[in-house]
């Protein structure tokens, strides 16, 4: 029983990147999913989150307007759509399922010119 993010990467300011939760060993469907990222010196931050089904989305003010959640059930994935990336939006990015107090290992992202 796990989740695995990946699509992490380096880009430029203003690209698109898309990255993805993949759970083994449960139904994603069921559950709630957040993410989170870490700034360099600084906490975690919460950057959006996802409760069962898609009728209820909360994202960080920092990101709202960009950045969307939405699941694939037939890939048991849930994505986060990161649009018009930022170097502020550089971070390492982690999916967790609270009700299965899983995390993933994470991903990185980094946005500079």
């Known amino acids: 029983v796990k989740v695995v993010e990946s699509g992490g990467g380096l880009v430029e300011p203003g690209v698109s990147l898309r990255l993805s939760c993949v759970a083994s060993?449960?139904?994603?469907?069921?559950?709630?999913v957040t993410w989170y990222r870490r700034g360099t010196g600084e906490g975690r931050e919460l950057v959006g989150f996802?409760?069962?089904?898609?009728?209820?989305?909360f994202y960080a003010d920092s990101v709202k307007g960009r950045f969307h959640i939405y699941r694939d059930n037939a890939e048991n994935t849930v994505f986060l759509q990161m649009n018009d990336l930022k170097p502020k939006d550089t971070a390492p990015y982690f999916c967790?399922?609270?009700?299965?107090?899983?995390w993933g290992q994470g991903t990185q992202v980094t946005v500079s010119s």
């Open positions: 060993g449960f139904t994603l469907t069921h559950y709630g």
């Open positions: 996802m409760i069962i089904g898609e009728d209820t989305l």
């Open positions: 967790n399922v609270p009700l299965r107090d899983l």
